[in-house]
């Protein structure tokens, strides 16, 4: 199986650059970006490889141009950022492949070290560490995979309900049930 | 109780004792906060601008002048306000969701009140899929998150910021502060009051409707602008720029 690497960044600075772009005019030249944001070029680089493969943004040459996709992530509001983050994570092979290894298994979650191990044969070329932290980030941030540190263990995460919301108002969770659903329902306040 | 500020500084003058001398760090400082502002307190480092938001809080009292929160005098801590830190302040052995929890508990609510409230706040700050994390695990901007659900949590009346982005990289604040602006206007949300220290002009003029100036020494109110410009607001513009010249002018 061809699987890429996950760049060494979070998604917070991805959906940060796609802000300062969409600022800029939706498109900027990488150096001067770098520049302007007191980062060093090669800093730049995973964020801009990260936001790529997620399809936000294109990187002609020495520019950087925000996607259609890109722009809507900026005008979302955050729950229909994180669907549309989620549903283009899906699209990486890599990402299918663990959602697919974790399914697999009737816990639906594995040690970590089986992780690394995986890791370490689909992209030799890659830190085993570095990429398993960057898919527990972003995996997290998609509510597409979690660890727990008191298990050991790496997962699924069977709650992610998150759709991209059809029609303006508050993004639904899906639990069908209306009274024990804590994501969506105002708490009661206890201000008197 | 229309006209009554939500906060107000009335004289407010902070001295702290150094050794054998007493030094003045704020002088007369008189400012309103109304109910639903969203105010920036910028100054250079050292002017004060901590002890004014820990004197809001009611965690340091004033040495001349009265804080009124809803037009009572503030005797002792603020149960309507919460702060944010720059530091994060998380407890490393707590998980996301324990350290937004623990401040609740110690307000006296019941956990399973308390644990659907956590819930809701950790969605409203993009948090859902990290309530097993424990800070250790978490990028600076992740902490950051968890510091403002747990002062969202307690639902203050007022919300209190010091430096909340500045430990953060330069993309991660972008987003950090693009979210703030969201909370602050979704009215579904019981806190829309916010107060903000910050050294950065830029962000004062990015996010807040009036900008307070804190200069000199003894730190005074050097002036308060109101920032008529519209949301979201385009950085790069030259109304922009001639405002963040202005309030830089002022410091300096
Ligand atoms: N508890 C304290 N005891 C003595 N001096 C203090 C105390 N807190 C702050 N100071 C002094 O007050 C001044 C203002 O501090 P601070 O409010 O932290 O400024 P800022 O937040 O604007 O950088 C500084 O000179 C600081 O050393
Ligand atoms: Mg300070």
Do not use: C
């Amino acid at each position: 199986m061809f699987a890429e690497p996950l760049p060494t960044v979070g998604i917070t600075e991805i959906l940060g650059l796609l802000k300062v772009l969409d600022d800029a005019g939706s498109r900027a030249d990488v150096y001067r970006l770098a520049q302007q944001l007191q980062l060093d070029t090669a800093a730049l680089l995973p964020v801009l490889r990260g936001a790529e493969m997620l399809s936000f943004v294109h990187t002609p040459g020495g520019d950087v141009v925000l996607q259609p996709l890109g722009k809507q992530v900026v005008d979302a509001d955050m729950n229909t950022k994180k669907a549309i983050v989620k549903e283009q994570m899906e699209k990486l092979p890599l990402v299918r492949f663990f959602m697919e290894f974790l399914s697999n298994h009737p816990e639906k979650a594995v040690e970590k070290s089986e992780i690394l191990e995986e890791l370490a044969i689909l992209i030799p070329s890659a830190d085993p560490e570095e990429l398993y932290g960057t898919l527990l980030k972003w995996g997290r941030y998609g509510e597409i995979f979690g660890f727990s540190y008191d298990t050991g263990r790496f997962f699924l995460n069977t709650r992610g309900r998150r759709r991209r919301p059809t029609s303006p108002g508050p993004s639904e969770s899906g639990a069908p049930s209306g009274s024990a659903s804590p994501g969506i329902e105002p708490p009661e306040s206890s201000n008197p | 109780m229309a006209n009554v500020p939500l906060l107000e500084l009335d004289r407010l003058s902070k001295s702290f004792r150094r050794e054998h001398t007493e030094s003045l760090i704020l002088e007369e400082i008189s400012l309103k906060v109304a109910d639903g502002d969203f105010v920036a307190i910028v100054g250079p480092s050292g002017v004060g601008k901590s002890t004014l938001l820990r004197l809001m809080a009611g965690l340091t009292q004033p040495t001349k002048g009265r804080v009124l929160f809803e037009g009572r005098e503030l005797r002792g801590v603020n149960g309507d306000s919460a702060l944010v830190f720059q530091s994060f302040a998380l407890f490393p052995w707590l998980t996301v969701e324990q350290n937004v929890r623990l401040g609740l508990e110690a307000r006296g609510i019941d956990p399973s009140a308390a644990k659907s409230r956590v819930a809701y706040y950790l969605d409203k700050v993009g948090l859902d899929g990290h309530e097993e994390a424990y800070p250790r695990e978490l990028s600076g901007g992740m902490k950051q998150r968890v510091g403002l659900a747990r002062a969202l949590a307690v639902e203050p009346k007022l919300l209190l910021m010091d430096e909340p982005f500045s430990a953060l990289d330069a993309l991660t604040s972008v987003s950090l502060r693009e979210e703030l602006l969201e909370i602050w206007s979704d009215s579904s949300l019981p806190v829309n009051t916010v107060v903000l220290v910050t050294h950065l002009i830029e962000e004062a003029v990015e996010l807040a409707d009036r900008v307070v100036v804190i200069a000199g020494s003894p730190g005074r109110v050097r002036d308060d602008l109101r920032i008529e410009l519209p949301r979201p607001r385009q950085k790069n513009s030259a109304a922009f720029n001639e405002i963040v010249d202005r309030v830089f002018s002022l410091i300096v």
